[in-house]
């Protein structure tokens, strides 16, 4: 059994989704997503068109290729946020991601082809809370509690509320403007019911398994907009999917068994989805 945690191989995050097939081609047992459910959450765009065709709200947006002149459909209304169209961790998301004229919006797409190296995606940006939501299983699926990324006092009225790669990963300053994750409080039952009903049919629509953690951007009318997909989520004991499950009464050495049943499982079944 390989418990696998990989990141990325040869410094490219996109091949994460090659070792999961040769595992299986190698008849290894391991735990997390199959390959094509890597592939198809891997891709913002990719995974936001299939969600929307099942009638789940996700941002517009425009992908900006490397090398081509940047120009802004006419339908998507600024502000928008910029991003690596397949890193992940928030990797180049920092507050000048967030464009509101279309010079600002070339400068950054500019900045994700250059520093980034990879294609960029421009989505309508969300002003709202951000929710993420921890999924477990293979058919049958069980929902981890909400959980919110809680921003403190970070950067003061004019910055936007939003999972930087400083805020997501700089501890010192997260102590310092108050940064924390915990359970989304004051979600009336019926925004709760419908979040976690989205989160099981996003699931299942990229054809994930294992487990896997979704996020959301709630707005303020109480739309759940979906974000994107990570089928490789931090798992680390500190962590927000660790942290939700313990909120659910999954303490972290059974959250590990849990996975590694899961893969022993798929294993068994001798049926792939990849």
């Given at each position: 059994?390989?418990?696998?945690?990989?990141?990325?191989?040869?410094?490219?995050?996109?091949?994460?989704?090659?070792?999961?097939?040769?595992?299986?081609?190698?008849?290894?047992?391991?735990?997390?997503?199959?390959?094509?459910?890597?592939?198809?959450?891997?891709?913002?765009?990719?995974?936001?068109?299939?969600?929307?065709?099942?009638?789940?709200?996700?941002?517009?947006?425009?992908?900006?290729?490397?090398?081509?002149?940047?120009?802004?459909?006419?339908?998507?209304?600024?502000?928008?946020?910029?991003?690596?169209?397949?890193?992940?961790?928030?990797?180049?998301?920092?507050?000048?991601?967030?464009?509101?004229?279309?010079?600002?919006l070339a400068e950054r797409v500019a900045f994700i082809h250059e520093r980034v190296e990879s294609a960029a995606i421009a989505e309508q940006f969300i002003e709202g809370r951000e929710l993420y939501v921890g999924v477990l299983g293979n058919n049958r699926l069980r929902v981890l509690p909400?959980?919110?990324?809680?921003?403190?006092?970070?950067?003061?009225?004019?910055?936007?509320?939003?999972?930087?790669?400083?805020?997501?990963?700089?501890?010192?300053?997260?102590?310092?403007?108050?940064?924390?994750?915990?359970?989304?409080?004051?979600?009336?039952?019926?925004?709760?019911?419908?979040?976690?009903?989205?989160?099981?049919?996003?699931?299942?629509?990229?054809?994930?398994?294992?487990?896997?953690?979704?996020?959301?951007?709630?707005?303020?009318?109480?739309?759940?907009?979906?974000?994107?997909?990570?089928?490789?989520?931090?798992?680390?004991?500190?962590?927000?999917?660790?942290?939700?499950?313990?909120?659910?009464?999954?303490?972290?050495?059974?959250?590990?068994?849990?996975?590694?049943?899961?893969?022993?499982?798929?294993?068994?079944?001798?049926?792939?989805?990849?």
């Amino acid at each position: 059994m390989v418990f696998t945690l990989l990141e990325e191989f040869h410094n490219n995050v996109a091949y994460d989704q090659h070792i999961a097939s040769y595992l299986e081609l190698m008849k290894v047992p391991y735990t997390g997503c199959n390959p094509r459910g890597l592939i198809l959450a891997r891709g913002k765009d990719l995974s936001k068109t299939l969600v929307h065709h099942r009638r789940i709200a996700a941002p517009a947006f425009a992908v900006f290729p490397m090398r081509r002149k940047v120009k802004r459909p006419t339908r998507l209304a600024l502000p928008l946020i910029v991003k690596s169209l397949n890193m992940d961790g928030s990797f180049g998301i920092s507050q000048a991601s967030i464009v509101d004229t279309d010079e600002k919006l070339a400068e950054r797409v500019a900045f994700i082809h250059e520093r980034v190296e990879s294609a960029a995606i421009a989505e309508q940006f969300i002003e709202g809370r951000e929710l993420y939501v921890g999924v477990l299983g293979n058919n049958r699926l069980r929902v981890l509690p909400i959980w919110e990324l809680k921003f403190g006092s970070m950067g003061g009225r004019r910055s936007r509320h939003i999972a930087t790669e400083k805020a997501k990963h700089d501890t010192d300053y997260q102590e310092k403007v108050g940064i924390v994750d915990g359970p989304a409080k004051d979600l009336a039952p019926e925004v709760t019911a419908r979040i976690q009903r989205a989160a099981k049919r996003i699931y299942r629509a990229l054809g994930l398994d294992g487990y896997a953690r979704i996020d959301f951007r709630l707005a303020a009318d109480g739309t759940p907009y979906f974000i994107e997909a990570n089928p490789n989520p931090e798992i680390a004991k500190s962590q927000e999917f660790a942290t939700a499950a313990q909120h659910a009464g999954l303490k972290y050495p059974d959250l590990l068994q849990r996975i590694l049943a899961l893969g022993i499982s798929r294993a068994k079944a001798g049926v792939s989805l990849g």
